[in-house]
């Protein structure tokens, strides 16, 4: 009698409370440091987590504005608008301690007007912004990211779009933020490498031109209008999560600040929300992979279920394969090196959109091996990709999550 009672008991909470298997419901924290390419008009951030909803992901868009309305706003300098360059954003104190007290998971930087980037000797309109040596920049930017790396948080770099006038200088600055990405992945910080993630969102914008009337993406000289606010926050929300926007229904268009939010929404067409997608998706899944490339980070390509991964990354040797009788992913995750790995971790990703992992974070001595097990909650999934990871990253301020899918 009593067993059946406890067993009635533990029914009555699961009818209650269902559990939340398959369910991510990790809140992230993501500051947008920028002035206008992000907030304008209605901003970037309201597409951006209007997608992450429509996955079920609760990502929250931090602003340094309080103004206009943002219910995540940081008033946390007096003049509001953060500096324009680099090197003087770099040696802003307010802008390091909000990054080291906040707690965020990313942070979102853009390297601002095509003359900060520039050599002197390319000739350009005078609002374009005043050379600045590259060996400043990324000197700026490398303090600004270990403070990022530090604080537990990843570095995003937004590509910023900039103005339509001069498309043919695109390409050269897109190379170099490529440049400082590399360089920046390069930098040991508490004696490891930290991922950066680049997001080309001013080549997404040089192809929309190739479609678009130039009135229907740009609003003034830099601004998007809100079918290209509306394609950043796709490209943000694809990078930062992983996720496929293909498969991603979302389509309402970000209203302007001063428009009550009790109007009805505005949508983008079909048409229009698949091409942005599939632009997105192409240069997501062809990305470069920062000096992780080669030791087997997750890509575009998957493994059959039939297939086991096999791949070294960061020095920690990964060896997993799918198991159809328990549904689970099983092997071993071995430190190659002669130094102790931290914080060592492992993530399935399925081809269904969900993630397992990762498993609980814990060291690895030299030569050291561990059991993984990662356990799926359902059936429909046909491919997979794995990877180890690291030291501080992507889940830097979850402890102890356990395992489970998204």
């Known amino acids: 009698m009593r067993v059946w009672l406890q067993c009635f008991t533990i029914g009555l909470l699961f009818?209650?409370?269902p559990p939340t298997f398959g369910q991510d419901v990790r809140s992230h924290r993501v500051l947008f440091l920028g002035n206008s390419v992000f907030y304008y008009g209605g901003g970037l951030y309201q597409s951006f987590e209007g997608f992450c909803q429509a996955d079920g992901l609760d990502y929250q868009a931090v602003s340094q504005l309080l103004q206009p309305d943002n219910p995540h706003?940081?008033?946390?300098?007096?003049?509001?608008?953060?500096?324009?360059?680099?090197?003087e954003i770099a040696a802003n104190d307010q802008i390091h301690s909000l990054i080291r007290s906040s707690r965020?998971?990313?942070?979102?930087?853009?390297?601002?007007?095509?003359?900060?980037?520039?050599?002197?000797w390319v000739e350009l309109p005078d609002n374009f912004g005043q050379h600045i040596p590259y060996e400043q920049n990324v000197a700026a930017l490398g303090k600004i990211h270990r403070t990022i790396v530090e604080s537990g948080a990843q570095t995003v770099l937004y590509m910023h779009p900039y103005s339509h006038r001069l498309p043919d200088l695109k390409h050269p600055v897109a190379q170099i933020y490529e440049r400082l990405r590399t360089d920046l992945e390069n930098m040991e910080i508490n004696g490891e490498r930290h991922n950066v993630t680049l997001v080309p969102a001013s080549l997404l914008w040089l192809d929309a031109l190739n479609r678009y009337k130039l009135e229907d993406w740009y609003a003034g000289g830099s601004h998007g209008t809100?079918?290209?606010?509306?394609?950043?926050?796709?490209?943000l929300f694809t990078y930062l999560?992983?996720?496929d926007p293909r498969k991603n229904d979302f389509r309402e268009l970000p209203l302007f600040w001063q428009i009550s939010s009790q109007k009805p929404s505005d949508y983008v067409s079909e048409e229009d929300a698949k091409w942005i997608k599939d632009q997105v998706w192409l240069y997501y899944s062809t990305r470069p992979h920062g000096h992780h490339g080669e030791e087997g980070e997750e890509s575009g390509t998957e493994l059959a279920l039939s297939e086991t991964y096999d791949e070294v990354r960061n020095g920690a040797r990964l060896i997993l394969a799918y198991d159809a009788k328990s549904n689970s992913f099983n092997g071993t995750v071995e430190n190659t090196t002669d130094k102790t790995l931290k914080q060592v971790r492992v993530e399935v990703h399925l081809s269904n959109g969900k993630e397992l992992g990762p498993t609980t974070p814990g060291d690895l001595?030299?030569?050291?091996?561990?059991d993984v097990k990662l356990r799926a909650t359902s059936k429909d999934f046909d491919g997979w990709t794995a990877h180890p990871e690291v030291g501080s990253g992507e889940h830097g301020h979850d402890e102890g999550h356990g395992e489970h899918d998204r």
Do not use: H, W
């Open 15 to 17: 009818m209650i409370s």
């Open 226 to 235: 809100a079918l290209a606010r509306y394609a950043s926050g796709c490209m």
């Open 365 to 370: 001595k030299p030569g050291q091996r561990r």
């Open 73 to 87: 706003g940081i008033e946390f300098l007096d003049f509001g608008r953060i500096p324009l360059n680099l090197p």
């Open 241 to 243: 999560t992983d996720k």
């Open 104 to 120: 965020f998971d990313y942070v979102i930087l853009e390297a601002r007007r095509l003359g900060y980037l520039l050599p002197a």
